[in-house]
């Protein structure tokens, strides 16, 4: 049924279990953290001004925003293309998307999201990226939607992927299947977000292991929460791309903002 799925039995049996858990668990304001009331959903109306959605002019690759509408490309990703480019070798994803600017307010939903188990910002996530990019997801053929995923020692740790958070509520709002087990991390890396290009790289060299099964699928969407450098996205695009070259696409919640 895909994207343009809609109602149905199960989403009507889904749709009362959620208004029944939210009675007892009222959610909260992915912005301020406040309780949503019965009127509005997923967030305060006079907190979405405190947002910096991802406009024009972007980078024609990752999406992150660019200063000038002469620029094709971010510093990073024409850095990423000038790699493959001198290795002869397969741009690791075709497109990336994300929703929000990594400035303001979304920095402290963002830690929240990550540390403090505000799991349910993700649906308010998710009916986001279908209110903005339901069109790209379609013309991109996804047929399966694959969180960035996390170290299992780290995992013991949180409790919880965030990344995957995203990625289950995005495919209960479209209807592709979400398959977490496609892509492994097998490598436990420093934090990179105080790391430059290059040691990123290194870092992440050998991190991810990605399973034979995944070549059933035609168009694949990793989706992240923050996109900085595009290190993370380039390598497991990498890894992929050696089972099934030129398949991938990248959503993330958060992006910086480019030169």
């Keep these: 049924m895909g994207i343009l799925q809609s109602g149905g039995l199960v989403n009507k049996i889904k749709d009362i279990g959620r208004g029944v858990i939210n009675l007892v668990f009222p959610p909260r304001c992915p912005v301020c953290d406040g309780i949503i009331g019965p009127?509005?959903?997923?967030?305060?109306?006079?907190?979405?001004?405190?947002?910096?959605?991802?406009?024009?002019?972007?980078?024609?690759?990752?999406?992150?925003?660019?200063?000038?509408?002469?620029?094709?490309?971010?510093?990073?990703?024409?850095?990423?293309?000038?790699?493959?480019?001198?290795?002869?070798?397969?741009?690791?994803?075709?497109?990336?998307?994300?929703?929000?600017a990594y400035k303001?307010?979304?920095?402290?939903?963002?830690?929240?999201?990550?540390?403090?188990?505000?799991?349910?910002?993700?649906?308010?996530?998710?009916?986001?990226?279908?209110?903005?990019?339901?069109?790209?997801?379609?013309?991109?053929?996804?047929?399966?939607?694959?969180?960035?995923?996390?170290?299992?020692?780290?995992?013991?740790?949180?409790?919880?992927?965030?990344?995957?958070?995203?990625?289950?509520?995005?495919?209960?709002?479209?209807?592709?299947?979400?398959?977490?087990?496609?892509?492994?991390?097998v490598k436990n890396t420093s934090p990179l977000k105080t790391m430059g290009y290059v040691e990123r790289r290194n870092c992440l060299e050998g991190a991810f292991q990605v399973a034979d099964s995944i070549v059933q699928y035609d168009q694949i969407l990793i989706v992240d929460d923050i996109y900085t450098t595009g290190s993370t996205a380039e390598s497991i695009g990498h890894e992929i791309a050696k089972k099934c070259p030129g398949r991938v696409y990248v959503l993330c919640i958060c992006i910086g903002q480019g030169s």
């Excluded at 971010?74 to 075709?94: I, V």
């Design 39 to 100: 009127v509005e959903r997923y967030i305060h109306s006079r907190c979405c001004e405190k947002l910096f959605p991802v406009e024009q002019p972007q980078c024609m690759r990752c999406g992150k925003p660019v200063l000038s509408e002469r620029r094709e490309y971010c510093d990073d990703c024409a850095r990423a293309l000038e790699h493959h480019r001198q290795m002869r070798e397969d741009d690791s994803y075709r497109q990336g998307k994300a929703l929000f």
């Design 104 to 185: 303001g307010s979304i920095k402290q939903t963002m830690y929240r999201f990550k540390y403090s188990n505000r799991r349910e910002y993700a649906a308010y996530f998710a009916q986001t990226a279908v209110e903005r990019y339901s069109d790209w997801i379609l013309r991109c053929g996804i047929d399966v939607i694959i969180p960035v995923p996390m170290h299992r020692k780290k995992m013991r740790q949180r409790g919880y992927n965030q990344a995957e958070c995203f990625a289950k509520a995005l495919s209960e709002k479209t209807g592709i299947r979400m398959v977490k087990g496609l892509v492994r991390r």
